[in-house]
């Protein structure tokens, strides 16, 4: 084993004393079932880390990440995670989190042959289609960057609104709530992108209702 390696080990050992003294019963605590009111659905990016960046403590946050935060309705994954932070949890709130510098991101704009990861960054190019009018408009390729890492948790945002465990939930309980968000590595703050769900699926709508019920999903809780 490496010694740098080994030093993950050591950082939890410390972990463990540093819990242990400020509250004896922590892990006691957190072996208990779990009740987080957040699903984070984030990139895998080892630099935007979930809980980190939000603050939150541990049994806080269910999180699932993969390469540039996608929904995929075919992902078995990304839907499995959703389902049962939705049905089982009774999460209140599904946050759906890019984050500017995105590899995945990048790469999807760039016309090169990268192997498997094709069809799942077929997903990013698909959102850059929708708005191709847009990002083409915009010179700066850093700018047009950034949009399509906001543009790109538009489109997911949607695609979790999609399912129908989130739209029959929503219409008992007007939760979970969607929202969409954008770490910013340059500065460490997050930016909420404030979609306005009301107005984007209000032309979707009669094409993604799976309950035959009205559902509008930007609804801000009490």
């Given amino acids: 084993m490496s010694q740098s390696y080994e030093v993950i080990f050591e950082n939890n050992k410390k972990w463990v004393e540093s819990k242990v003294a ?13 009740t987080p009111d957040y699903l984070y659905i984030g990139c895998s990016d080892s630099r935007a880390t979930a ?4 603050g939150a403590k541990p049994g806080e946050v269910f999180v699932h990440r993969n ?15 959703i389902q049962y932070a939705v049905e089982h949890l009774k999460v209140k709130h599904i946050i759906v989190c890019g984050h500017y510098n995105c590899g995945g991101v990048k790469a999807a704009m760039t016309p090169q042959d990268l192997g498997l990861l094709n069809p799942w ?14 990002l083409d408009s915009i010179e700066d390729e850093n700018k047009r960057y950034d949009r399509l890492v906001e543009l790109n948790v538009q489109e997911q ?37 404030e979609i306005d769900f009301e107005k984007t699926l209000k032309d979707i709508q009669k094409i993604y209702n799976l309950t035959g019920s009205d559902w509008v999903m930007s609804r801000k809780t009490k």
């Fill in 22 to 34: 400020e509250d004896p019963d922590f892990f006691h605590n957190l072996a208990k079932t779990q």
């Fill in 51 to 54: 809980e980190e960046l939000m």
């Fill in 67 to 81: 390469i540039a935060n996608v929904v995929n309705t075919l992902d078995m994954s990304s839907t499995a995670v």
């Fill in 121 to 134: 960054l077929r997903n990013i190019r698909d959102v850059y289609r929708l708005h191709q009018a847009e």
């Fill in 157 to 193: 945002c949607i695609n979790v609104i999609k399912m129908a465990c989130v739209q029959e939930r929503y219409i008992l309980e007007e939760q979970p709530i969607v929202h969409g968000w954008v770490f910013d590595l340059r500065t460490g703050k997050i930016i909420d992108l």
